[in-house]
């Protein structure tokens, strides 16, 4: 599903809960495509149709091999490609449109990426980078992964703009349990997620950091 039809299934859901919520902190995911246009199609609808009602759309920035135990215990699944070009249109988007993005650390890759952007002062204003880590289910919960390939998540570091440690539970995809710290930037948000239905809000640089979720 993409473009208007993904657009349309998005609008069913939130516009309720926007018009109870307006204040409301959300933003929707990717569609299954290869080209950057059909992947930006249903974020330009939502722009268009929701104007301060979307304020954070989602960036991944870069490429992995997205896998599960097949029946034979060996790896199975599918790449998920994302070009330096997709991430600059990714991140471009975000200028254009005004939108903080969301960004996914699935790789270490992916977080170098992330730090060229910020030391070029090319990330876009607002940006939350979140750390993915599985624990001891594969990536989409289907079942345990091998003990030797889940390294406990490191402890809460002192970057100098906002992260966040998000580890999934057995069974679901992209639940968890965060940390973060923002300095510098009043611009920057902390998200801290401790349940299914995780939670953001912004805090200004001289806050105290979060301990725990």
């Known amino acids: 599903m993409t473009g208007r039809a993904a657009a349309d299934d998005y609008l069913a859901a939130w516009r309720p809960l926007l018009a109870a919520r307006p204040d409301l902190l959300w933003y929707p995911t990717g569609v299954a495509a290869n080209d950057l246009a059909t992947r930006l199609e249903h974020l330009e609808i939502l722009c268009d149709e929701l104007g301060d009602g979307l304020r954070m759309t989602y960036v991944d920035p870069g490429s992995c091999n997205v896998a599960w135990q097949g029946p034979d215990g060996l790896p199975t699944g599918y790449s998920y490609v994302h070009s330096f070009e997709d991430i600059a249109g990714f991140f471009a988007f ?43 289910y594969d990536m989409f919960g289907t079942g345990p992964a091998p003990a030797s390939a889940c ?8 970057p100098t703009s906002t992260y966040s440690t998000v580890r999934t539970c057995p069974g679901r995809y992209r639940c968890g349990e965060g940390t973060s710290w923002p300095r510098r930037s009043p611009a920057w948000r902390w998200s801290a997620a401790g349940t299914c239905t995780s939670a953001s809000r912004s805090s200004p640089a001289t806050a105290s950091p979060p301990t725990s979720s």
Do not use: D, N, Q, S
């Open 151 to 158: 390294p406990p998540p490191p402890p809460p570091c002192r």
């Open 94 to 136: 975000c200028e254009r449109r005004r939108l903080a993005p969301g960004i996914a650390i699935y790789e270490p890759g992916w977080l170098c990426t992330v730090l060229h952007y910020h030391r070029a002062g090319r990330l876009p204003a607002g940006a939350m980078v979140k750390l993915y880590f599985h624990g001891p």
